[in-house]
Every structure is written in structure tokens, then in C-alpha cells.
């Protein structure tokens, strides 16, 4: 299905764009500088290089191509990922990228919408790998809450003071953070170098400018790491995006304050950390604070982090996303839980981190494909989800995002919408990160160790995916899990068996199903009679011809 721009010409629109790039690019030469000079940072100026007409290929739910992004695109296609989702893969200009996400927000009423790509072959790519049936549903870790004796005093120690600081600093000191603006380098820096400084020195912290990012301009992430003590091995990330975007100017001279979205995440994030390190505090799991470059121009920064950990192997056992946090009206939930696209134990985990630290129930949301970096981790096959803002009593969010309008003053000039946001964030990172030397928390008795890597399953063929274990004492538990994520076209033609270190068989699917697809899900074993350490296998055998499939990813807990 083809899809043309309605109204001007390509060359037509190439002739007006341009001069307005350049006056602007002058305007943006001769104006004041905006917050800290960095002296060692030495970038290009924004768009230098950033041809506002290049292709870029953007991937939709076919929802959002339907209500209105198909005026825009052109050489759609359509197509379904391993879960069922109907989705388009459509190409548009770059610059048409604020109208889309003008589109999703004034149109469908919500965020995001939308992942963008350089090329149609990695957008394939990505819908071909997708693995959110696994990240959705399969069980990454024992959630528990047990550690009241370190989150309970941190949630008094939350200022609004401090959070409402980080957003006027974001949404006031720059004009912009957009990706493809020097503004947007500029924050990046910013929020590593002030995060590192909440670190004091500290040998066990890091914090870099994530630059792995090939289509993210030149606005890197910052990630800030804190390793375990205990569980080194095993990743939480907190993550918002720290860019911003708006229909008001273009490049360094647009108007995007950003403050509700998403300077309120960063900021939120901020004292999160502020209050952990202030205490000392050291986790058993290696924790990773993130602030995702590109969000708002189709997930690029966080979809950069997440496929890069899924080639590495890295062991994430949980996502949290924060993505505007300060917008609420009067009767209007104090927090709400998104509901899709995201691990359905690790909801539940956050609605018990609320009733557990806040009290009450905490309201839900339905954000749709792609509405911000937590469908990037899912789409990766790692465990993620989303607290968002109250908004309005109806249902919907901030008005303001994406205009020059998303400022502090629209805000009543206060953060203590952000305050539960950050109490949240708080229990998150003691109760899934846990502390050094205390119990009962993951513990040597509790791990989960994944493989991610394919493995083509053939006609009439036997393939195994192997899990090395060591380090470990004693047998396994009598309710050890397994989770699977193998897709094949015809599931009534394959055997799947874990196997024991020793060569014992323990079933999970036995030529059943009929022609339905794949064979994904949590399964529970009682393999006290097996010793932990050892090479666990995940062994498939196709048993007939025609239909072919592979090994996803698999995980076992115990």
C-alpha cells in the first residue's frame, strides 16, 4: 500500500525547508549560550549532517497507521510480529517525525506510538526478533518484598524541592534536549556528570555516555552504574528519557522545554539516586540508572541499550521506566500502572511495591504500541514495565507535551506530583536490587540464568541450547521453573525436554498443539534430584518436514 504526502511536492518542500534550516541554524550562532560550557566536548553543530529529507522507516501498530499516519508515509507494508500484533512498516522524512508524534498524542490521545529504524531491513528485522511473548509473560526472577529495614527510612528523605530543581534546570537552562540539537549532547552531559557527583567518589560507581547508538544524532545516553556485591551478574535498570521534542522550531532553535515529558523522569530518577547514595547504600544486583537519548523520535536510545544487552547476554531481571510523573489534576489517581507491553510478574511487583510503601491501589493505563523505552526492553525479551503520572480525571495525560507549552508554570510550579514517583522508585531499587549483606533477599538459593542466543530447529532434527551453571552448592529446589520461547510454525511437530546436568529428561511440550504456532510459557519441576552445577540443556526435536522454527530464548530459576 502506497501512501503519498497530500499536499507538497518533495522538491517543492526541499525549496521552503531548507532556507529555514539555515536561518535558524544562524539565529541559533548568534543567541546566548544555554547552561554549562563543557570545553571537552567538541560536536558538531546540529543537523550538519542530519539531512531532515532522509528516509527513515518507522514501525506502528496498524491502528495508528489507520487513524491518520498513512497520510504521512509513503511504501507501507503490512506485517505481524511473533505475538499475533498487526503492525506497519511505513517510510517517511525525517523531519516528518514531530508530525507523527504530533499525530499519536493530539489524535490517538496518548505517547510514543511509534520505533524508528534507518533502513526497512532492520525494521523487518525487528519485527522478525521481536520477543515480547517471552519478556511478557515469562517469570525472570523471584519478586519479593522483604526489605522494609532499608526502604522504609529512605521514603521520608524524598524532597520536592529537589525534584522540582532538576526539572527547571532541564526545561529552562536549554531550549531544547532533542536528539539532533547541541542542546541535546549538552543535558546528556549534564544529568552523568550530576548523577556521578551524588556517587562522592565512590570506587563501586560509575557512569558514562552511552554512544552505541547509531542513529540517536549526536545525543548519547546516560547510564550510571552501581555494581553488585552478591548477584553482580544480574541487572536492574530504572530508565527515562532525557530528550525532548516539540512543533515549535527545528534544531537547536526549538522551543521544547520538556519539563512534564520528560524532565520529570530524569528529575525523578535524581533523587532516587540522591537518597540511595546518601545512605550508603549498596545493592546486592548491579544497578543501572538511565536516561535514554532519542525516545521521543522512535525509541532509538533505549532500543540501542536493549539489543546490545541481548547480543551480550546480559542478565536483566528487571526494567523500571519512568516517563512523565508530574502532570496530575484533582481527582486523578496519584500514579498508574501501565498495562501492556509489559512482564506481567513484574506488574504485579510494582502494584505490590505501592500497596506495600504507599497504600491503596494504584490506577492502570493502556498506553499502546510502542509508547516509550519499556517496549524496547520487551521487545528485547527482557522483563519491563512502567509506572506513569495521574494525568487527568478522565483518563488522559498532560496537554501540554510536545509544545512550548510543558513547562513548570503549567505545573502549579511544584514536583509533589513527582514525590510518590520517586517513593516508588525507591522501593523498586531496594526491593529488586536488595541490599549487601542482609537477607533474605535473591540469595545464593534464588538466580535465574538465560540464554538468549538462536537456534535454528530444522526438519526431523534434534537441536540444544546449553545454560552452564557453577558456583552453586547442593540440588536444585523442588519448584525450579523453566521458561521457553520457541517459535515454530507448526507446534504439533516438535518435543521439547529440559535436561539435567546427568542426562535426566523432564518434559515440556510432546507433539500436542495441532498447527498452532510456537510453544512459550513458565513451567515448574521438582529437580531435587539434581545437582545445580552443571550443563542444563534445552534439547527440541522436529519430527516432521515442512515447517521449521527456533529456539528464542530460555531461562531456568532456581
Not at 290 to 318: C, H, P, W
Request: glycine share 10%.
Amino acid at each position: 500500500m502506497n501512501q503519498q504526502l497530500a499536499t507538497v511536492p518533495a522538491s517543492s518542500l526541499r525549496t521552503m525547508f531548507v532556507p529555514t534550516l539555515l536561518a535558524l541554524a544562524l539565529a541559533a550562532a548568534t543567541a546566548p549560550a544555554f547552561a554549562q560550557d563543557h570545553a571537552h566536548d567538541h560536536v558538531r553543530p546540529a543537523d550538519a549532517t542530519d539531512d531532515p529529507f532522509k528516509p527513515v522507516y518507522i514501525v506502528t501498530s496498524r491502528a495508528t497507521f489507520d487513524a491518520g499516519v498513512k497520510t504521512l508515509t509513503n511504501s507501507s507494508v503490512g506485517l505481524s510480529n511473533p505475538a499475533g500484533a498487526k503492525l506497519v512498516i511505513s517510510e517517511l522524512q525525517t523531519h516528518q517525525l514531530v508530525d507523527i508524534a504530533r499525530h499519536v498524542h493530539e489524535k490517538e490521545q496518548r505517547c510514543g506510538g511509534f520505533v524508528a529504524f534507518d533502513s526497512r531491513e532492520e525494521a523487518e528485522t525487528f519485527v522478525k526478533n521481536d520477543r515480547s511473548v517471552q519478556a511478557m509473560n515469562a517469570q525472570f526472577a523471584t519478586y519479593t518484598i522483604d526489605n522494609q529495614a532499608t526502604v522504609t527510612p529512605w521514603l521520608s528523605q524524598v524532597a520536592e524541592a529537589n525534584i522540582r530543581g532538576t526539572i527547571n534546570h532541564l526545561s529552562t537552562s536549554y531550549p531544547n534536549r532533542y536528539y539532533a540539537s547541541t542542546h541535546g549532547r549538552t543535558s546528556a552531559t549534564w544529568i552523568k556528570d550530576t548523577w556521578l557527583g551524588l556517587a562522592n567518589g565512590r570506587s563501586d560507581v560509575t557512569a558514562e555516555l552511552y554512544t552505541g547508538c547509531t542513529n540517536c544524532s549526536t545525543q548519547p545516553s546516560a547510564i550510571l552504574t552501581i555494581q553488585g556485591s552478591e548477584l553482580p551478574n544480574e541487572v536492574v535498570v530504572l530508565g527515562a528519557h532525557l530528550d525532548s521534542i516539540s512543533s515549535s522550531g527545528s534544531g537547536d532553535a526549538m522551543n521544547a522545554p520538556g519539563a512534564d515529558d520528560d524532565a520529570s523522569g530524569i528529575a525523578t530518577l535524581t533523587e532516587v539516586l540522591r537518597v540511595a547514595m546518601a545512605s550508603g547504600y549498596k545493592p546486592k544486583r548491579t544497578i543501572k540508572f538511565m536516561g535514554y537519548a532519542a525516545e521521543e523520535v522512535g525509541l532509538r536510545g533505549s532500543k540501542a541499550i536493549a539489543t546490545d544487552f541481548q547480543t551480550r547476554g546480559v542478565n536483566v531481571v528487571g526494567v523500571l521506566q519512568l516517563d512523565m510523573t508530574n502532570y496530575r489534576v484533582s481527582g486523578a489517581p496519584a500514579v498508574r500502572l501501565v498495562s501492556d507491553y509489559s512482564n506481567s510478574s513484574l506488574q504485579q511487583f510494582l502494584r505490590d511495591l505501592y500497596s506495600t510503601y504507599l497504600g491503596g491501589t494504584v490506577g492502570s493505563y493502556t498506553c499502546g504500541y510502542g509508547c516509550s523505552d519499556h517496549a524496547s526492553w520487551t521487545a528485547a525479551g527482557f522483563p519491563a514495565a512502567i509506572y506513569f503520572e495521574g494525568g487527568t480525571a478522565n483518563g488522559g495525560y498532560s496537554p501540554y507535551i510536545h509544545t512550548p507549552n510543558d513547562t513548570m508554570a503549567n505545573m502549579s510550579n511544584s514536583a509533589a506530583n513527582s514525590v510518590p514517583f520517586a517513593k516508588l522508585g525507591l522501593a523498586f531499587l531496594g526491593e529488586l536490587g536488595k541490599t549487601a549483606g542482609t537477607g533474605p533477599g535473591p540469595g545464593p538459593g534464588v538466580q535465574t540464568y538465560t540464554n538468549g542466543t538462536d537456534v535454528a530447529i530444522t526438519d526431523n532434527a534434534t537441536v540444544e541450547s546449553t545454560i552452564n551453571v557453577s558456583g552453586r552448592t547442593g540440588n536444585a529446589p523442588t519448584n525450579a521453573s523453566v521458561s521457553v520461547n520457541i517459535l515454530h510454525t507448526y507446534k504439533q511437530d516438535i518435543k521439547v525436554d529440559l535436561v539435567a546436568p546427568d542426562g535426566s529428561l523432564y518434559n515440556i511440550h510432546n507433539r500436542t498443539g495441532g498447527s498452532a504456532d510456537n510453544v512459550t510459557g513458565t513451567f515448574t519441576f521438582n529437580l531435587s534430584s539434581e545437582t545445580l552445577n552443571g550443563a542444563w540443556k534445552l534439547r527440541v526435536n522436529d519430527n516432521a518436514g515442512g515447517d521449521v522454527g527456533r529456539i528464542d530464548t530460555w531461562s531456568i530459576t532456581f
